[in-house]
């Protein structure tokens, strides 16, 4: 699905990522953790392409393709979608307009015909139970005034409706409540299959135990400097990170 | 330069003929505007109303004129035909400054509803013009209401009794058409009369692609608890000059809704005053601007509050591309005395790109003390977070940007009330971001 060899990036003059060395195989769950500023929202952002940061070196193949030639739209549409940290609000664009622009474009991409608009008004309804996100909303300006569970749930939403191969959930946890993470954590379950995979960016292991990880990585300082299964994420709960900084010989 | 000599020297030399054509009405007041004009001569960019456009500049190629009143032989029914079904408008046309009375359509008006050729009207009821005619639009205050009241020979009026709702939208619109470069000359006079109710849409188009200069007064009174509804598009090209002044009085209780939205132009000044006359009226002065390429507007209001408990709204949002270079000159002026007015005034621009320019300047100017007034402008681009955000979903940087930008100019089109034109215009503000309404191909609207 996805390799990710010595990737260097930086915003500015600042690099923050300084080799990054990644695999994920179809159907898995890989989570990232990390103390904050170690690079985690770097990574997603530069895998999809945003273009504030500068990469500098590495390279990613993404289902055999070099992805970071491609340009963001590309890549989207080559299956990789980000569930933002902080969804943007854009008013005066309807939730129904964008989805309909998202999916058309991505149906011309692959030389399909645009959807029709009873189909898509179906699709809409059919994947926004996945969420249990009000008509409402979807009536509404792109996340434009909803609160920051609706806007989670929103991402999700959106992910339902374009199938992506792989997601990237940037801390898809922070700010939700119990019910909204559980809402949210079973949204993303049901859209597994053993194609698709995901990137879960976290810091806690709450959203963890609802979403199920195969490979747990700690990235630290631009690096990723350990990998293991799933028990990684309860360790570092408990424990914190100065272990791992003490095993790189920092403490 | 010397621009005005040349209109001097035109008054004198054809003054004869422009009487000979003319009701008595809008002679009358025609040496005293020539008299204003020879003594203003054309503003200077030193003229603080005048900062943004060039007047001088504007009016110093030699056009041709009309002014022996020859027939335009065109049929604009058959070539403006309309096939928007839903815009079921009472249609009427203007042929350069020539309303068009050889076929008209079944008459959809109330009794009494007049809309139609200014100079026959004028003839015909010379009483009912004399108390309005050149009264707000003072020829000694602005040197092209001067030079449009002394040169002006025909144009629209439209006039609505006491009490006369006048349901069906009346939709007039001008065409400028002819085989060499023209100057027009167009004068319109609305009198809405005391619990009277118009809603009125006038679309300006260039036919031919000639150098069109074409100056517009606009004068309309509106009466007591009385309604006007004023929409005004234009889609013209590159080549033409547009200067219009629209003057408004309010009388007491009335409501006035006022679009101005320019599609595509040239160079376009549009100067707005409106007064309240009297207490409890409320206005909305709405305007979006399209412009990309080399294309210039300047929109100058002034709201002029004389009594007290009126409101006002201004709301004009540009989108700017290219080489487009625009302004927005905003005053609203409370007298002393016109205490509890209430009065907004919003000016936002888009420059898209670094070569387009925006001059923005909202002006409050209050002389009373109980009085709640606000005023802002914002100048930016699109919003690069909104841009990426898109574009991760798999939407082109190119259709972001027209979603960006139509989102931003839906808020001026979603406050008209006639909803008909308000989804063809959605239409068409897409069609223009589109690129596909690069030149004036004839109305939009109406084929």
């Known amino acids: 699905m996805l390799t990710v060899k010595d990737l260097h990036a930086k915003i500015g003059d600042k690099e923050i990522l300084r080799g990054i060395n990644l695999t994920i195989n179809d159907g898995e769950t890989h989570a990232i953790m990390g103390p904050n500023g170690s690079g985690k929202s770097t990574l997603s952002a530069v895998l999809v392409g945003n273009p504030l940061y500068e990469v500098t070196g590495g390279e990613v193949v993404f289902n055999g393709k070099s992805l970071l030639e491609m340009k963001p739209e590309d890549r989207a549409h080559e299956g990789l979608f980000l569930s933002f940290q902080y969804p943007v609000e854009i008013p005066g664009v309807s939730m129904t307009n964008f989805m309909r622009a998202a ?26 139970k996945i969420v249990e996100l009000d008509q409402k909303l979807a009536n509404r300006s792109v996340n434009e005034g909803f609160s920051g569970g609706e806007k989670k749930r929103n991402e ?47 810091h806690y292991d709450r959203l963890l135990d609802m979403i199920k990880p195969d490979v747990v990585h700690v990235l630290y300082k631009g690096r990723i400097v350990k990998t293991a299964g799933p028990e990684l994420a309860r360790e570092i709960q408990q424990r914190g990170y100065d272990w791992i900084k003490a095993e790189l010989g920092e403490v | 330069m010397q621009s005005e000599q040349q209109y001097i020297d035109l008054y004198n030399n054809s003054r004869r003929m422009l009487f000979g054509h003319s009701a008595d009405a809008m002679n009358a007041v025609r040496d005293r505007a020539f008299d204003d004009f020879s003594r203003l001569g054309f503003p200077t960019r030193k003229v603080e109303r005048y900062k943004y456009t060039d007047m001088e500049a504007l009016f110093a190629p030699d056009y041709g ?58 003839g015909k009821h010379p009483e009912l013009i004399a108390g309005y005619y050149a009264r707000i639009a003072r020829t000694d205050e602005d040197a092209v209401t001067a030079l449009n009241t002394m040169l002006a020979q025909d144009g629209l009026v439209v006039y609505v009794p006491k009490n006369v709702v006048v349901d069906r939208a009346v939709q007039v619109i001008n065409i400028l058409r002819s085989d060499v470069d023209l100057m027009v000359n167009r004068r319109v006079l609305i ?34 608890n009385a309604g006007l509804d004023l929409y005004c598009l234009e889609e013209t090209h590159a080549k033409n000059v547009r200067v219009s002044n629209l ?37 909305r002065l709405n305007g979006c601007v399209i ?33 487009a270079k625009a302004a927005f000159a905003g005053r609203v002026l409370v ?98 971001f589109r690129g596909e309404l690069s030149k004036c191909e004839g109305c939009k609207l109406c084929r």
């Open chain 1, 103 to 128: 999916i058309n474009e991505k149906r011309k991409y692959e030389g399909k015909e645009p959807m029709g608009a009873g189909d898509f008004i179906k699709l809409m309804r059919e994947k926004r």
């Open chain 1, 156 to 202: 999700i939403f959106q992910m339902a409706m374009l199938e992506p191969k792989l997601s990237i959930l940037d801390e898809t946890d922070s700010g939700l409540d119990v019910d909204a993470m559980r809402i949210v954590a079973e949204g993303v379950n049901k859209l597994r299959t053993p194609e698709s995979s995901c990137i879960v960016i976290t």
């Open chain 2, 65 to 122: 004129l009309n002014i022996n009143r020859l027939d335009i032989p065109v049929n604009p029914y058959d070539a403006f035909r309309c096939d928007v079904p839903n815009l079921s408008t009472s249609l009427y046309f203007i042929v350069n400054d020539a309303f068009y009375s050889k076929t008209q359509p079944k008459s959809h008006l109330p009794e009494g509803v007049v809309v139609g050729s200014l100079n026959d009207f004028a």
């Open chain 2, 191 to 224: 009198i809405v009369e005391d619990g009277a109710e118009i809603k009125l849409l006038f679309c300006d188009h260039a036919a031919d692609d000639r150098r069109f200069l074409a100056t517009q007064v606009i004068e309309a009174y509106v009466g007591n």
């Open chain 2, 247 to 283: 003057y408004i009085e309010q009388q007491a209780g009335s409501r006035v809704n006022h679009n101005i939205i320019t599609l595509h132009n040239g160079v376009t000044r549009n100067r707005t005053d409106l007064v309240m006359a009297g207490e409890g009226a409320e206005c």
């Open chain 2, 291 to 323: 412009a990309d390429k080399r294309q210039h507007v300047d929109n100058n209001t002034l709201i002029d509050h004389r009594v007290p408990h009126c409101t006002s709204n201004q709301l004009y949002k540009y989108v700017l591309d290219g080489e």
């Open chain 2, 335 to 432: 007298r002393p005395g016109a205490q509890k007015t209430i009065s907004e005034m919003r000016n936002q621009n888009i420059c898209a790109t670094r070569d387009a320019h925006i001059y923005t300047q909202p002006m409050l100017e209050i002389y009373a003390d109980d009085v709640k007034c606000a005023h802002g402008s914002t100048v930016g681009q699109l919003n690069d977070a909104a841009l990426f955000y898109m574009r991760q979903r798999g939407i082109s940087l190119k259709e972001a940007k027209l979603l960006l930008e139509f989102a931003f100019i839906n808020e001026v089109i979603d406050s008209i009330q006639l909803a008909p034109l308000r989804d063809r215009l959605h239409l068409l503000v897409e069609k223009r």
